[in-house]
């Protein structure tokens, strides 16, 4: 089934950690976008791709990275996490009309 | 830079009654609207996703309509059940040839049982 995946689901981890959240698609979709979402606020766009080896910086500006080697993985990197990178990450793709979400990663830095 | 409001920002009713959210938008040259609905801790589930071109759209008990003069959707929920209850999210293009959605902040819906 056609769809977007989003691991870890949860993650707790220490101040200073380099993580990577994940992101794959298997719908074959070009684009594909990460929102952060502060907990009882809106969505922000902190980054996208139009396609392999193309990255584009959303509204919100963010200490994250972001890489597309392949047209199905769009996985973000934090170089070293602080208690302010606390949020929910939200993937997702489009095939440039309507947008399917991820499930999300809920970060926790402590 | 496209704005999206949502009104209300909260609502609460009976079990039953038909009701309508309200999304504006500030940029009317979009090709689309999307409304998701998000349950607390999780992602988004598409909704309804109305092209520029159709006024309205349906699915089941939901119904979507879009003016683009006036930058106003609605989305019209008949016979709301308890398992509606969630976040409702508007969604329009970031407009000025950026990609990407814009968000509201959603109204955040309870049916009382």
């Known amino acids: 089934e056609a769809d977007i995946y989003q691991t870890p689901r949860y993650l707790v981890i220490g101040t200073g950690k380099k993580i990577t959240l994940e992101c794959s698609q298997t719908m074959g979709h070009d684009k594909m976008y990460w929102y952060q979402q502060d907990p009882g606020m809106e969505l922000h766009l902190i980054h996208y791709s139009y396609g392999v080896n193309s990255t584009e910086k959303g509204d919100l500006s963010s200490e994250s990275t972001v890489s597309r080697i392949r047209t199905e993985h769009f996985p973000l990197t934090l170089e070293s996490a602080r208690p302010s990178h606390t949020s929910q990450y939200l993937c997702?793709?489009?095939?440039?009309?309507?947008?399917?979400f991820g499930s999300g990663t809920r970060l926790t830095v402590v | 830079k496209q704005e999206v409001t949502q009104i209300p920002a909260a609502l609460s009713v009976p079990e039953g009654e038909n009701l309508v959210l309200n999304c504006s938008f500030t940029d009317s040259a979009i090709y689309n609207l999307q409304w998701f609905r998000q349950d607390p801790g999780k992602g988004l589930t598409s909704l309804l996703l109305?092209?520029?071109?159709?006024r309205e759209q349906t699915s089941g008990r939901l119904n979507a309509s879009l003016d683009k003069s006036s930058g106003r959707s609605t989305l019209y929920i008949a016979a709301s059940q308890p398992g509606d209850s969630a976040t409702y999210l508007c969604a329009a293009p970031r407009g000025g040839g950026a990609d990407g959605l814009t968000f509201g902040k959603g109204t955040h819906l309870i049916i009382q049982p």
């Open positions: 997702a793709s489009s095939d440039g009309w309507g947008y399917t």
């Open positions: 109305i092209q520029s071109s159709q």
